[in-house]
């Protein structure tokens, strides 16, 4: 299945906890499609924090939803994540976007991702490495971009 995962890092050395997490999730079941550049944008939510680092990723993988989800925990868990305050600042954030154009919710895992269609930090790197993406709701991802400010680092 085809999926698209959105990754931020707003503490320590955010390139190397965005690179630690890309190489961490390619494995025989994750295959790497497509990485954006990455794009320095301000906090969502908790206004008081550092900068993020976003980028976004295609994937193709075996896993099911909760299965891919319970993976990117894991490794948010082993970069340092911690779960202290919602849309506080971490070390490393890997959010399902969308998996296979699927719409479900349950108490674990909402596709695509609530938010997607809100934050120009997604919105900008997914529209870079899939142009043509028409988003779950319908939508094509060229009129859709989202709130706040990006600005693309490389």
Same mark, same amino acid.
């Given at each position: 299945?085809?999926?698209?995962?959105?990754?931020?890092? &707003?503490?320590?050395?955010?390139?190397?906890?965005? @690179?630690?997490?890309?190489?961490?999730?390619?494995?025989?079941?994750?295959?790497?499609?497509?990485?954006?550049?990455?794009?320095?944008?301000? =906090?969502?939510?908790?206004?008081?924090?550092?900068?993020?680092? &976003?980028?976004?990723?295609?994937?193709?993988?075996?896993?099911?939803?909760? $299965?891919?989800? !319970?993976?990117?925990?894991?490794?948010? !868990?082993?970069?340092?994540?911690?779960?202290?305050? !919602?849309?506080?600042?971490?070390?490393?954030? /890997? $959010?399902?976007? /969308?998996? $296979? &154009?699927?719409?479900?919710?349950?108490?674990?895992?909402?596709?695509?991702? =609530?938010?997607?269609?809100?934050?120009?930090?997604?919105?900008? =790197?997914?529209?870079?490495?899939?142009?043509?993406?028409?988003?779950?709701?319908?939508?094509?991802?060229?009129?859709?971009?989202?709130?706040? @400010?990006?600005?693309?680092?490389?």
């Amino acid at each position: 299945m085809r999926a698209f995962l959105g990754l931020g890092s &707003n503490l320590g050395d955010r390139a190397l906890y965005l @690179k630690e997490a890309i190489s961490a999730l390619e494995s025989p079941t994750i295959k790497i499609l497509a990485t954006s550049r990455i794009y320095e944008t301000e =906090p969502w939510g908790v206004m008081d924090q550092p900068q993020y680092w &976003n980028q976004v990723i295609e994937i193709e993988t075996l896993f099911e939803p909760l $299965d891919l989800l !319970h993976v990117c925990q894991e490794i948010e !868990h082993r970069l340092g994540r911690e779960r202290k305050v !919602h849309w506080g600042s971490r070390t490393i954030d /890997i $959010d399902i976007l /969308i998996y $296979d &154009n699927r719409v479900s919710e349950s108490e674990e895992l909402t596709l695509p991702h =609530p938010y997607l269609e809100e934050r120009a930090f997604v919105l900008a =790197p997914l529209r870079e490495i899939a142009p043509t993406l028409v988003l779950p709701s319908g939508r094509a991802i060229q009129v859709v971009s989202g709130e706040g @400010k990006v600005f693309p680092l490389s």
